[in-house]
């Protein structure tokens, strides 16, 4: 027996995503972040996304292209305060924004991962990040019923690969990208490396092949990726 | 970091405000410092000494913090600066880093305010009509560290008070801060309200309550400098 290779090209991979897809991004600021499948999904003009996310980058990386091309309709994020483009295009309604605790956003998607249908928290009761929002009392205390969340696609960014899908992470690049990659329909990721199968230990896998759909190695790392001179 | 030694004699009324608040920190704690004024804390913690500090994009054990040409891409804290890891660091994802954050093992966090209240609320995300970026960790943070203290210039740029009895905008979490570090003051939320603990050296009592926007109860006796 041997497991299968998944391995595939990025054009192809993004392909598969259909216009006004739900599309999680792993990142926190530049670590994690896909930004090459993202310029895959401008290139490919894929529009009326809903894109998960934790941040919006910053104006001319990432997501923000995303933004500036018009095909986001709608972002759910934890963050947005250092891409002035995206506070904009919230402020005048181009794109809908809907902001949740970080922690909160990662469990949700976490929960999604897990075959679960919502947590129960505390966090944000008696902040307006409550309202609207479902409340339930359960041994004497109020809590905030949360819906996990599910997507379309996931798009991450890992540091190594088999062909199966195993993947590993660096450092703060891990971030959003282990919840997301087990939280949608269609895994697709984008890798710095690809070993043959056996090239990283079973002990070493941080997400379990299992979870992934398609595995694009990445033949360059762009300037994106870099360190940001601040 | 400073040479074994908590930074004494420091002039600059904010960087003094921020070495007393290094002082809050004991040996042995896991601590998150918030974006902006808290980061700067780091700065003043004697080499060697005992503290986890936690970043919410996911790293316990941050070390000092690198130039340009040293950073590694894969390595910041949550407010995007270039960080080091020291022996012992661990990395994990966003999770397992709220994770930690909501079962209570940050044992004291240190965060920005717009508005501190003297029950003890809190608002530093959201300036409705002008600033709205999403709060980020905050709202975890501030809810369920074991010690929530913010370090803030006691008023605004343009003067007005910044602690109050009841906030303005909306707020992050309600009655959870402990203690405030100004420019010009220590002051503890008690069940009273706003207690003076210590003055910056050269303010009096007079002035730090004529800038504060409630009534702030004075201790018995001498106030202690920092």
Not at chain 1, 9 to 30: C, Q, R, S
Not at chain 1, 180 to 201: D, F, H, K, N, Q
Not at chain 2, 112 to 135: Q, T
């Amino acid at each position: 027996m041997s497991l299968p290779d998944k391995t595939t090209t990025m054009e192809e991979a993004v392909a598969a995503i259909p216009d006004g897809a739900v599309v999680m991004l792993g990142g926190f600021g530049v670590p994690g972040t896909p930004f090459t499948l993202i310029h895959e999904l401008v290139r490919q003009g894929k529009r009326d996304l809903t894109v998960i996310k934790n941040d919006a980058n910053e104006a001319g990386m990432g997501v923000d292209h995303l933004i500036v091309a018009g095909l986001m309709r709608k972002l759910i994020v934890t963050h947005l305060g250092l891409n002035a483009n995206a506070i904009a295009a919230m402020n005048e309604g181009r794109i809908k924004v809907e902001l949740c605790a970080q922690g909160i956003l990662a469990e949700r998607i976490r929960a999604g991962g897990a075959g679960l249908q919502a947590i129960l928290t505390d966090i944000g009761l008696e902040t307006e990040l409550a309202e609207g929002k479902q409340v339930i009392e359960m041994a004497g205390k109020r809590l905030l019923v949360e819906p996990a969340i599910r997507a379309d696609v996931a798009l991450i960014h890992a540091d190594c690969a088999d062909p199966f899908g195993n993947l590993t992470y660096l450092a703060t690049a891990r971030n959003f990208n282990p919840p997301m990659a087990m939280a949608a329909e269609r895994v697709i990721v984008e890798t710095e490396r690809l070993v043959p199968l056996g090239g990283i230990s079973p002990d070493a896998v941080e997400t379990p092949g299992v979870f992934v759909d398609h595995i694009c190695p990445l033949t360059q790392i762009s300037e994106e990726y870099g360190v940001v001179r601040r | 970091m400073s040479d074994g030694n908590f930074s004494e004699n420091v002039q600059d009324p904010r960087a003094r405000m921020v070495a007393r608040a290094a002082r809050e920190i004991a040996p042995g704690m896991v601590v998150n410092l918030g974006i902006g004024l808290p980061t700067k804390v780091i700065d003043h913690l004697p080499e060697g000494f005992p503290v986890c500090l936690h970043t919410e994009n996911g790293m316990a054990g941050i070390g000092p913090t690198l130039p340009y040409e040293a950073a590694d891409r894969n390595l910041i804290d949550a407010g995007g600066a270039y960080v080091s890891p020291l022996p012992g660091t661990s990395y994990f994802d966003s999770a397992v880093s709220f994770a930690l954050v909501r079962s209570g093992r940050l044992d004291l966090t240190m965060l920005g305010a717009f508005e501190v209240a003297e029950s003890g609320d809190l608002a530093n995300w959201k300036i409705p009509g002008k600033f709205s970026p999403g709060a980020g960790g905050a709202i975890e943070l501030a809810q369920k560290a074991r010690r929530v203290v913010v370090l803030t210039t006691h008023t605004d740029r343009k003067g007005n008070p910044k602690l109050l009895r009841q906030c303005t905008l909306p707020l992050t979490a309600r009655g959870h801060v402990a203690r405030i570090f100004t420019d010009m003051a220590v002051v503890d939320v008690t069940p009273r309200g706003f207690a003076l603990v210590e003055l910056a050296s050269g303010t009096t009592a007079k002035e730090v309550q004529e800038a504060t926007g409630a009534t702030l109860h004075l201790p018995a006796g001498d106030i202690p400098t920092f």
